[in-house]
């Protein structure tokens, strides 16, 4: 785990290499088809050197829930065990890890379209503020959790209490995942992680990436 641009894939690459393995992917964005230079997904040729899962597996017209992520990492790391190998989880996305590595219950809600209109129209209007504000109203645990600024995050989570009756909160809660885990976190000076997202962004316009 770490942010953006500090290597992650490399070296689970080489850890996989090393000691063997399977790279799992958690990364939100990776798993869409054709998303490829903008998300600064492993290449075809390095998806060759040791399995990799869970990397274009989803159309980018087509929604892709955490619930579904959830379904396609468990398989995964299953047929890893399967293969007396071990899986290298990289993210990514935190929240598609913690929700593997917790065992969180998603609930099945599906997306309401004419409340995520609503809500977002409301969130365009009265500030983002307001909508986080309205979610510390009824699940504040999630709200501390939230950035203000992740209004996708915080409509789920009221579309969430306004079909079950639950706080988000209260779905996300730790659960025992029935395996051990080894977490190994990738950090870099802020000089440093500047200059090598720079240099990345560089390289993706240099291949084609639209400005």
Do not use: C
């Not at 998603?106 to 379209?113: A, H, K, L, R, S």
């Not at 939230?146 to 009756?165: C, K, L, M, Q, S």
């Not at 990738?186 to 560089?202: G, K, T, W, Y």
């Amino acid at each position: 785990m770490g942010p953006t641009a500090t290597g992650k894939s490399a070296i689970a690459l080489e850890l996989a290499r090393r000691f063997g393995g399977a790279i799992v992917n958690a990364d939100s964005r990776q798993v869409y088809r054709g998303m490829d230079i903008g998300t600064a997904k492993p290449d075809l040729a390095t998806r060759t050197v040791v399995p990799h899962y869970l990397y274009d597996i989803a159309d980018p017209t087509t929604g892709f829930s955490l619930g579904v992520y959830l379904e396609h990492a468990r398989r995964a790391l299953q047929h890893t065990w399967d293969a007396a190998s071990t899986p290298w989880l990289v993210g990514g996305t935190g929240q598609y890890v913690w929700a593997l590595l917790e065992a969180w219950t998603v609930p099945e809600v599906p997306p309401d379209n004419e409340l995520r209109t609503a809500l977002a129209a409301e969130a365009e209007s009265a500030g983002p503020q307001a909508l986080h504000d309205r979610l510390a109203g009824i699940d504040p645990v999630a709200a501390a959790r939230i950035d203000v600024a992740n209004v996708r995050r915080v409509i789920r989570a009221i579309e969430v209490h306004h079909h079950t009756g639950r706080p988000i909160s209260d779905w996300q809660k730790k659960g025992n995942p029935g395996f051990d885990t080894l977490i190994l976190g990738v950090d870099l000076p802020d000089a440093e992680l500047d200059a090598r997202i720079a240099a990345r962004v560089q390289a993706m316009y240099d291949v084609g990436f639209l400005e």
